[in-house]
């Protein structure tokens, strides 16, 4: 009677701490390949500019978290970005042809994907670290145009600027399996054009641009 009472204890108290296991999950990782389009602008009240297009190819690694309302992927974009600024052929003619600048440049991002619609749609939303290259110009005839809105600043003197910027994402991911679409607003947080500040151009003032871009890409994960 005795030996059957402890192990109707012993069986409760397995129950017991079975039923308090935490839940196992089977987080998934995966591993995300692709590439899409840009269109670029720096926002300055320095120059006249024109939004530019241009390419990405993207690849991150990516956590599917089942037991939660978000999910977590790493990501690096390799791109090239072009914008046109305002210009004239002489300082003292009047004119407006625009000049092309094209820009080489790398982004790492954390992106937290709030899922909405299970795996197949998200909104996507995190931080990114920005670097890029100086500035340049696509046609070389016009590096000895004049910048309008000043007296003597050329088009060459405004490619070297900051290579470093903090990005602020937000974006929708949709798709099914292993195929998705994602599109991405991205606003530089730090002013890009700080380093010509640094530069003794008369004149010129305080320059100030952040950079923008939105993206449409398409990748495969493995």
């Known amino acids: 009677m005795r030996t059957s009472f402890l192990l109707v204890l ?29 269109y670029f602008d720096m926002i300055s009240d320095n120059f006249e500019t024109k939004k530019g297009n241009g390419w990405l190819i993207s690849t991150g690694i990516g956590a599917y978290l089942p037991h939660k309302w978000y999910d977590i992927s790493y990501n690096i974009q390799l791109m090239q970005n072009k914008f046109e600024v305002s210009g004239r052929v002489s300082d003292d003619v009047t004119g407006n042809e625009m000049v092309e600048y094209k820009m080489f440049a790398a982004q790492a991002g954390l992106v937290f994907h709030i899922n909405i619609i ?16 100086e500035l340049e110009i696509t046609d070389g005839v016009k590096e000895n145009y004049f910048i309008n809105g000043y007296e003597s600043l050329m088009a060459s003197e405004i490619t070297d600027i900051n290579k470093f910027n903090i990005n602020g994402m937000a974006g929708v991911t949709a ?36 950079p923008i871009m939105f993206t449409a890409a398409a990748f495969i994960s493995f």
Request: proline content about 2%; overall charge positive; cysteine-free.
């Open 118 to 133: 299970g795996a197949n749609l998200s909104l996507d939303l995190g931080p990114q670290l920005h670097y890029n290259g």
């Open 10 to 38: 012993l069986t409760l108290g397995f129950v017991t701490l079975l039923h308090a296991q935490p839940k196992n999950y089977m987080i998934k990782n995966n591993f995300m390949l692709g590439g899409g389009i840009t």
């Open 175 to 210: 798709g099914f399996g292993r195929f998705k679409v994602r599109a991405q607003y991205i606003y530089g947080l730090l002013n890009s054009l700080d380093k010509l500040n640094k530069k003794a151009i008369e004149g010129a003032g305080e320059f100030k641009g952040n």
